[in-house]
């Protein structure tokens, strides 16, 4: 069974520091990884999506990165604004139809 | 941009009712899903549907669960009877392929 986590829980940081979110997984066998943003009692934004044979993955500010073989990514967000303040969620699609979620990681950008 | 609806954003019912939870996927989109997330836990796989017949399930999706295709465009789940413990946000999800999923803004189910 897929276990994904998500390191840290939480994280605050001043306006315009770079944000670094990590997400790990049990089983390296997967399709693709995909990062979302969910902001209170909403719904689930696609950020980026990664496919298994890629390394890196780039959208503006963010930019998501894959180490299949030792079950990691990386989502990077750079010079972070107050509008980044959201819950960030990691999810791993392995070889099967459904999508494994972390707990995600809570971002607060102070301005 | 096309998108993932649901219908209702807030659903209130009593213990033992049934409630459908409706989503309308993306046109041309051919596999469908259902989350829930209960408050404060995980994202998690409820069920998948493809070509009008479920694809997959978690243990989760018991018995008193069904989803349906019933007109080519909108997508339920159905809970027969529901507990205190249905209550969570239900997301439906839909792709074109087996790769990038499209999520709908969820239905907030409160079970009292």
């Known amino acids: 069974k897929q276990e994904v986590t998500q390191i840290p829980a939480a994280l605050s940081v001043p306006e315009g520091e770079n944000l670094v979110l990590n997400c790990s997984f049990t089983?390296?066998?997967?399709?693709?990884l995909q990062w979302f943003r969910q902001d209170p009692g909403k719904g689930l934004t696609s950020l980026l999506l990664i496919q298994s044979s890629q390394r890196e993955q780039t959208s503006g500010r963010l930019n998501a990165s894959l180490d299949k073989s030792s079950g990691r990514s990386t989502l990077y967000i750079a010079a972070s604004q107050p509008g980044d303040s959201a819950t960030y969620l990691c999810?791993?699609?392995?070889?099967?139809?459904?999508?494994?979620f972390g707990a995600g990681t809570t971002v607060t950008v102070r301005a | 941009e096309p998108e993932v609806t649901q219908t209702p954003s807030h659903q209130v019912t009593q213990m033992g009712q049934e409630v459908i939870l409706r989503c309308v996927p993306i046109s041309n989109h051919l596999y469908f899903y259902w989350y829930r997330q209960i408050l404060g836990q995980k994202v998690e796989f409820l069920v998948s549907?493809?070509?009008?017949?479920?694809?997959?399930k978690s243990e989760i999706f018991d018995d008193q669960f069904s989803v349906e295709r019933p007109d080519g465009s909108n997508f339920t789940l159905k809970i027969r009877s529901t507990k205190l413990e249905d209550s969570a946000m239900y997301f439906c999800?839909?792709?074109?392929?087996?790769?990038?999923?499209?999520f709908g803004p969820g239905t907030r189910l409160t079970v009292t």
């Open positions: 999800a839909s792709s074109l392929d087996v790769y990038e999923q499209y």
């Open positions: 999810a791993v699609r392995s070889n099967d139809y459904k999508l494994s």
């Open positions: 549907f493809y070509n009008n017949e479920i694809s997959e």
């Open positions: 089983d390296s066998a997967i399709y693709n």
